[in-house]
Each structure stands twice: as C-alpha cells, then as structure tokens.
C-alpha cells in the first residue's frame, strides 16, 4: 500500500531558515523565472488579443490618405497624416469574417489593390488622378462572382452629414434625416409618387468630412436612405448584374470638396440662362380654361388686376391644358384675321404688356389627342413615341403612361425625326401665341421602370432627362424645365416641384433645404413653388404661412406666385409684397448676377450653405434653415408657425456681419440666440469685412 503523507502544515521555522540559507545564484535563478513567466504571460495576452481582435490592415494609401481593411468587415477611409477618419463603408455583399491579406494578387502593381471572396465577389480598388490639388481619388469597383449576389456598400452617417444625391418630397439638410425604402435612382414625379425620389438628382453624395461619392452614370443603381444611420448603394443582382462602380475622393474639407465637385458637375462649357427672368415675378394662371375665350377673358382680366395694385412688369404663366385650348383655338383663325390681331377671334398679347406670357408644354400626348391620332394615321408611332419592344417577330406598341390622369404616349427622345418635330411644333406655338418663356413639365422619370418593363440601353437611368433637356436647350436660353440629372451646364431654368401648404418639410420647412440641395448639385438657376405652395391644388389658407414663404422667396432667383396677395390676405400684405418684390429687384437680382459669373468660371453654387464660410466647424454642418447668397448676404427665415424668435449662426469666424434692417454688427462663428424677428420681418445679413 502507498506510503502514508504526512498532513499539516510545514513548520514555520524549517521553512523561513531554508529561505535565508539559500545562496545568492539560487536566488538570482528563481528571479530570472520570475522575469521570464512575466514575459511569458504578456506575449500570450498579446497573441490572444491579436487573435480575438485583428488590427487594421491598409490596402491602399496614397499621399493624402488611405484605405484600410477594418476588423468589423468595412473599408475605413483615413486622412493621412494625422488618421482622421472621413469615411466608414460597410460591405454588406461578402463574408465579413476574414480581412483581405496585406499582399493581395495585384499588390505588385503600384496604386492597386485586388482581392476576391471565392464565389462571392471581387474588389479593385486603384488610386487615381486627382482632379484638384489638396484632392486624392479611389477607384471602387465590386464585381459578382455569382448572378445572386447583390453588391451593396452602405456609408455610415455617424459624425459625418451627407449631402446630395436625389431630391425628395420631404426634403431635409443634411440627408441623415431622409428615410427612403431601397429603390431606383432615377427621377420621378413627386405628385404621383410622394415616397420615390424627386426631379432633380445627381449621382453625387458629399461629406462633411471632405469626402465625395460620385457614382458612374453607366452603372445600374438603387438607393436607400435609413435616418441618422446609413445610406447605402445597391447594384441588382441578376444574370446580367453588373459591377458596382464608384470614385471615392478626399478633400481637405467639405467646402474644398463642393468646389472641386461643382466644377466636374457644370462641366467645362456651360451657359446662363435669360437672366432677364430673374427680375420678372412669374403669376401663374389658374382663372377659367373651360374655352378659348374664357382664358382670353381671365388673362386680360388679371393683367388688369396686377396693373391696378403696381404690380404690371412680370411674366403670367398659362398651364398646359390652357396652352392646348388657346393654340387650338388659334390654328383657326385665318392668317389675314391673325396679322390684325383680331381680339374677338386671335389672341392678342398686347393685351397683357407689359407682363409677358409663357406658356407650358410636356412631351406626353393623351391617346385620343389629336396630336397622337393623326401620328397613328401617318404611321408615325413607333418613331414618334416611346414603344415597346416587338414581340416574336410582331409590331412594336407604344408605351403608354400616366400624365395628369390620362392614357398618354411619351416623345421618343432617341430619335431625331420626332425631336425635330417636337422643337419645331414648340418654336411654332411661341411664336403663334407671342408667347417669351416655354415651361417644358414631365421630363422627370423613366417610363419603361414605371412599367417594369427592361429600357433600352439609351434611356437606361435618367439618360431620357438628360436627352430631353440638350433638346431644349436648343430653343434657347428662355426655357424652363421640369427635372434635372446632368444637365446643371445647360441654359434652363429648372423649376421646382410643388410643395404642400403647411409647415412641414413637405411644405415650408422643406424649402431652404431646397434650395442648398439644388443649387449645391448645379442648378442655381431655378425657380421655386408658387408662394404658399400649390401641391395638390393646396391654396394657401394661412396668411402666416404666405408671408413666410414670400420672405424666402424674396432671396431666391426668381418670385414665382398662385395665389395673388389680394385674394389670401389682408391689404398689409400686399403692400409687403410690393416691397419684397422690389428688394428682390435692388438687392438680390444684383447679388446673383455677381455670382453667376463666378459659377461659369468655376462651377461654385451661388446659394452656399453656412458650413461654405466654415468648413471646419461641426455646427455649421447641420443648419437647415440659413443660407448664404455667394460670400455677402446670409438669410436667416422663420419656418416655425407663431415663431417671433430664432437663433441665428453666423458663419465665418473673423468675419463682421451687419444686420440689414437694425445694421447692428456681430462677429462671425457665433450664435445669436432669441434674435427677434417679426411677422413683416426676415433676419439677413450682410458681410461687411
């Protein structure tokens, strides 16, 4: 049996005199163990620590930053020297698990960098050209190795506002508050879609941080806005999916990086629209259209009205249907009774001057229109209209859509014969109705996705938009359109959508976001809802409403009205709208001749937002309700109901702004908090130093 262990413990004395008895190189050996199990455990805390959390790995650095692999499974975007992080991707398209190595099978190749998930996707990443000093672009390309894998790289929204992109209904500054369901990136038309995107986009997506996202105009793309989160890129997946392909650039700040990416937007040539429009209010016609000579009766008669309360120099807009009515009834009338001006059976437009006339067109043509009837007779539609592809060898149909309510058939921009006929029926109907603007509505969306039906590769996106606006452009710089995408070089006026009659960012509150979103994309030359709003027929049924929204309005290109003054408020009102018009002549038509000169040499917006005078200062990144005309006047509007208040952020530091009504001076880069501001009042500013 085992021998017997004695129990209890050792005693005191035997174990401290062994202690002391021990040499001095028995010492230094177990002080030696004591150093190296120290050691020991340190490596392995760091080799756990390596394990369980890997470090980022860059995959491409240039010289004013790089790119890194980070250990959640996103591409990390840093300023180089000091690291600063401008952007945060997350990929959601391949196994996030395993970081790419450092060598990668095109790491010889200087400027690049190639990686591929097996049987899921591949990346190519590549430095490019800088396309302004102090600017470093990335190439980002995904491409599918499967046809179900769907490439989505979501850009995250924490410490960064993010700017561009589509215009929406409810539109908001910066876009971390937009919330938009995965969907197509194209134009659309608001009024029959209030969720989809706007009329106006631009494949372009600005940081705060100076960084940009440009997205090629060839590649197939969706979008989604999720608030205060992420916006996110989608290409589809499909057996004809296609790479997801975008620039990524670094600028050293978001004002450096609005103004290398406003010059690439207006493109090299770009023209002015007729500035004469800027000093020229626009009121629109809503009076009878049952006939001919009611709308000869309504004109004449609001004209009169105008006159009588000073208000004679501008522009009555004539809606589609009213053109329709008026050039039909005008066609009748012999050429000897026209050259007379007989006012009993022609039109007339002396009858109105000095206001001028426009009138509205759209590339629509409801099926049992005349128009679209006699091209049926003449064989005419498929070359004429856009049409279905043939079916099995059989004849192609046009492609019918929904415009106000009808069965229309659309323009085929692609072909030239029906381009020429539709600019040549447009120069007629100007001159036959002395007409000195044409309003172009309905440029805005793409018919075959309306229809899910595949486009053809030449209007595939908003390639009809953009095809649509060139055409225009050639009836010369007096016209207005509807939509936008590419087209920020051409001499149009673009107008805006229409907008809810309330307070919300739908109405209101929504249009200084308005402004800065189309002005930053390139079009500085547009012009806003009627004041009020007039979305859904809405007339403006608060007067406090209406004198907000004219005081906005004041400060914009152009003064564009539905309801006159008269016939929504008290006589106060209409005296204020003599005088905003007036200021709008004296101070604002002056301010942005003065920078359109400016945006043809460089392609810089003339409304800028407040962080344009301060790039660098976090509050300047999220004010909505501000905006600057150039670098000289800063408008400051309530957009709150009952609001006598607000606090006012005057951007700039250095800078001295002086009040215009009070011409009491501040210091830029501060707040002014409770500044007062009355309902006959608008806070601006001017910059004096």
């Not at 050293?252 to 023209?271: E, F, I, N």
């Not at 592809?389 to 059989?394: E, I, N, V, Y």
């Not at 046009?398 to 539709?422: D, F, H, I, Q």
Request: with cysteine.
């Amino acid at each position: 049996m085992p021998l017997a262990r004695p129990t209890g413990h050792l005693p005191e004395a035997a174990w401290t005199s062994g202690f002391r008895e021990m040499t001095e190189p028995w010492k230094g050996a177990v002080g030696c163990l004591g150093v190296a199990v120290f050691f020991a455990m340190t490596i392995g805390i760091i080799s756990w620590q390596a394990l369980e959390q890997p470090p980022e790995e860059w995959v491409l650095r240039g010289r004013a930053g790089g790119l890194l692999w980070e250990c959640r499974g996103a591409l990390l975007l840093r300023a180089l020297p000091g690291g600063r992080p401008a952007a945060l991707i997350w990929v959601g398209s391949v196994p996030a698990a395993q970081p790419p190595p450092p060598r990668d099978r095109c790491w010889q190749e200087g400027g690049r960098f190639c990686y591929a998930w097996e049987e899921d996707a591949e990346l190519h990443l590549s430095l490019e050209p800088p396309p302004a000093p102090a600017t470093e672009c990335y190439g980002v390309q995904w491409t599918p190795l499967r046809p179900d894998v769907v490439l989505k790289d979501c850009f995250s929204m924490a410490n960064v506002s993010w700017y561009g992109g589509p215009s929406m209904g409810a539109q908001r500054w910066p876009l971390n508050g937009a919330d938009s369901p995965v969907q197509p990136l194209v134009t659309g038309d608001l009024g029959t879609n209030p969720t989809g995107y706007g009329p106006l986009l631009e494949r372009l997506f600005l940081g705060s941080t100076g960084v940009t996202v440009t997205v090629a105009p060839d590649v197939p793309l969706l979008l989604s806005l999720e608030r205060e989160r992420q916006f996110c890129l989608v290409s589809p997946a499909g057996p004809a999916a296609q790479p997801l392909r975008y620039r990524l650039c670094l600028s050293p700040d978001v004002a450096a990086a609005a103004r290398h990416t406003g010059s690439r937007l207006a493109g090299p040539a770009r023209a002015l629209p007729d500035t004469a429009l800027l000093g020229s209010p626009i009121w629109r016609y809503h009076g009878p259209a049952g006939s001919a000579a009611k709308i000869k009766r309504g004109l004449r008669a609001l004209a009169r009205r105008l006159k009588r309360h000073g208000l004679q120099e501008g522009v009555l807009a004539l809606g589609e249907r009213g053109t329709a009515i008026l050039a039909a009834a005008q066609d009748h009338v012999v050429p000897e009774r026209r050259k007379r001006q007989d006012s009993a059976q022609g039109w007339d437009p002396s009858a109105i001057a000095p206001l001028q006339l426009a009138i509205t067109l759209s590339p629509y043509a409801s099926i049992a229109s005349p128009l679209f009837l006699r091209s049926l007779q003449d064989g005419d539609t498929e070359s004429r209209w856009l049409s279905l592809p043939p079916q099995h060898g059989g004849c192609s149909v046009p492609l019918l859509s929904t415009w106000k309510g009808r069965l229309c058939a659309r323009l085929n921009v692609t072909s030239e014969a029906a381009l020429g006929w539709y600019l040549a029926r447009a120069r007629r109907l100007r001159q036959l109705l002395g007409a000195a603007y044409v309003a172009v509505e309905g440029a805005e969306g793409n018919s075959f996705l309306q229809r899910a039906v595949p486009p053809p590769a030449e209007l595939d996106g908003d390639r009809y938009t953009g095809a649509l606006a060139a055409a225009l452009a050639t009836l010369g710089n007096a016209t207005i359109i509807s939509a936008g995408a590419s087209s920020s070089h051409l001499p149009l006026f673009v107008q805006m959508s229409p907008r809810r009659a309330d307070w919300s960012h739908a109405g209101l509150k929504g249009l200084v976001p308005s402004v800065l979103h189309y002005s930053l994309l390139g079009y500085s030359f547009f012009i806003p809802d009627a004041v009020g709003g007039s979305l859904d027929g809405d007339s403006p049924g608060d007067p406090e409403l209406y004198v907000r929204w004219l005081q906005i309005v004041t400060f914009l290109p152009v003064m564009a009205f539905g309801t006159p003054p008269w016939l929504c408020c008290d006589a106060w009102v209409l005296n204020l709208t003599r005088q905003c018009i007036q200021r709008h002549r004296d101070l604002v038509v002056p301010l942005i001749r003065k920078y359109s000169e400016e945006w043809l040499s460089s392609g810089s917006p003339i409304f800028r937002p407040p962080w344009w005078l301060s790039p660098s200062d976090p509050t300047a990144f999220t004010i909505e309700d501000e905006f600057l005309i150039g670098d000289e006047v800063l408008v400051a509007p309530i957009t709150e109901k009952g609001q006598r208040w607000r606090d006012i952020y005057l951007p700039g530091a250095g800078q001295v702004w002086t009040d215009a009504r009070t011409a009491r001076a501040f210091h830029g880069g501060t707040v002014l908090r409770n500044y007062s501001a009355g309902l006959a009042e608008v806070p601006f500013f001017v910059r004096t130093s």
